[in-house]
T-cell receptor, first 113, second 112 residues
Framework: NAGVTQTPKFQVLKTGQSMTLQCAQD?????MSWYRQDPGMGLRLIHY???????DQGEVPNGYNVSRSTTEDFPLRLLSAAPSQTSVYFC????????????FGEGSRLTVL | KNEVEQSPQNLTAQEGEFITINCSYS?????LHWLQQHPGGGIVSLFM???GKKKHGRLIATINIQEKHSSLHITASHPRDSAVYIC??????????????FGTGTRLQVTL
């Protein structure tokens, strides 16, 4: 099992550029989510999805877009990158029912210049 | 005040010591998670608790729902336990899926 796969691991962007962080899971999890991790702060929820075709906003959604066309994939799009979006991004997934154990990707470190 | 508070923020211990990391929260929850993050690495789920106590190897997690408090204990600590330990709470469910609120983590370093 690959678990949760995130790409790329590192990315440097210039202000105004757009990019997509990819997230895929092979555990048939209904729930997928994106978090950002900043120094001195807890992980913060950007967007989440409870199934294909269903997405919703988290705490810090501005500047990010998501879609969920399949159960496996949940890409995060930065529409016009800003220095404030410099962060480490984590994708995570879980079953909605059951133990609720959360499975994380390895993280993507994004720097916006 | 953050809804999830961890203490201490930083902890240094010698190999073999018994370690306790605390988590207090101020909201109603359905479950609490303990996570581990190694330097430069991904995040791994250690425990999910809704009551009582769980044990896995040298790790023990307890929760007191009435006092809104959880502890993570590491017995016979080892340098490989050096990591950031994160507490997260699942708020009482509303809508289709309840969300997690995270603490800022406790950075543990275990020395020889």
């Amino acid at each position: 099992n690959a678990g949760v796969t995130q790409t790329p691991k590192f990315q440097v962007l210039k202000t105004g550029q757009s990019m997509t962080l990819q997230c895929a899971q092979d555990m048939n999890h209904e729930y997928m989510s994106w978090y950002r991790q900043d120094p001195g702060m807890g992980l913060r929820l950007i967007h989440y999805s409870v199934g294909a075709g269903i997405t919703d906003q988290g705490e810090v959604p501005n500047g990010y877009n998501v879609s969920r066309s399949t159960t496996e994939d949940f890409p995060l799009r930065l529409l016009s990158a800003a220095p404030s979006q410099t962060s480490v991004y984590f994708c995570a997934s879980r079953y909605i029912a059951g133990t609720g154990e959360l499975f994380f990707g390895e993280g993507s470190r994004l720097t916006v210049l | 005040k953050n809804e999830v508070e961890q203490s201490p923020q930083n902890l240094t211990a010698q190999e073999g010591e018994f370690i306790t990391i605390n988590c207090s929260y101020s909201v109603g929850i359905s479950a609490l998670h303990w996570l581990q993050q190694h330097p430069g690495g991904g995040i791994v789920s250690l425990f999910m608790l809704s009551s009582g106590k769980k044990k896995h190897g040298r790790l023990i997690a307890t929760i007191n729902i009435q006092e809104k408090h959880s502890s993570l204990h590491i017995t016979a600590s080892h340098p490989r336990d050096s990591a950031v330990y994160i507490c997260a709470v699942r708020r009482l469910k509303h809508g289709t899926a309840s969300k997690l609120t995270f603490g800022t983590g406790t950075r543990l370093q275990v020395t020889l």
